[in-house]
């Protein structure tokens, strides 16, 4: 594997420097500070929704500071780093490699950052799509990240997600499954993670 790409994104930690103050200087390097932001609101929202639904909240803190950290590396590099450090790309993926974001952070989280929770990683590596199996954790990371969007007052449907959220974790999940079902003609892909996410909600939620 292919190491050595992965960490040219990294600056060295310094001793006594912090987690977050850490994490805070490598979105300051690429000029994501406003990922940054979001990423904070998203550990704030996982940890609360964590604590409702009975999942651990320290993950789900710590999946929240660290699910967007393989954006910074720029979509035309994405699918080549990811062949390189052997991570499965699916045509979806080439066709729009944002979505390997997901994949990125989850092997950055191991590689960089040394952390190996299973929870805490298969949250992180399917918060953009969700999959099938989906854990607690994994819808808890998934809407917190939706709730967490800019502008995410504007939206309508996330205003939905927000009301659900208060009530069930598989309906709050499911408002946005379903508004990417039904807007999937006009967007480039369908993931088919997110395809598989949905239809075995469908059997439990009604
Ligand atoms: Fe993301
Ligand atoms: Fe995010």
Not at 15 to 33: A, D, I, Q, V
Not at 105 to 113: G, L, N
Not at 153 to 161: F, G, N, Q, S
Request: charged fraction near 25%; include cysteine; glycine fraction near 2%.
């Amino acid at each position: 594997m292919n190491r050595e790409a992965l960490l040219s994104y990294f600056e060295s930690y310094n001793e006594n420097e912090g987690f977050l103050s850490y994490l805070e200087r490598f979105y300051t390097k690429h000029n994501s500070l406003d990922t940054w932001e979001h990423c904070k609101k998203v550990a704030e929202e996982a940890k609360k929704l964590a604590l409702a639904y009975d999942a651990d909240p320290i993950i789900a803190e710590q999946a929240g500071w660290l699910h967007d950290i393989g954006t910074v590396v720029p979509n035309d590099e994405k699918v080549k780093l990811c062949s390189a450090l052997q991570i499965s790309v699916l045509e979806e993926e080439v066709a729009f490699p944002y979505i390997l974001h997901q994949k990125l952070s989850m092997k950055m989280t191991t590689e960089v950052f040394g952390l190996s929770d299973s929870q805490l990683l298969s949250a992180i590596g399917c918060h953009t799509t969700l999959k099938s199996d989906m854990s607690t954790m994994d819808k808890v990371l998934f809407v917190a990240d939706k709730l967490s969007w800019d502008q995410a007052d504007a939206a309508p449907y996330i205003k939905e997600i927000r009301v659900k959220s208060t009530q069930s974790l598989d309906a709050a999940v499911m408002v946005y499954l379903e508004h990417v079902w039904k807007s999937r003609e006009h967007m480039k892909v369908v993931h088919p993670w997110l395809i598989e996410a949905r239809e075995e909600l469908l059997k439990v939620v009604s």
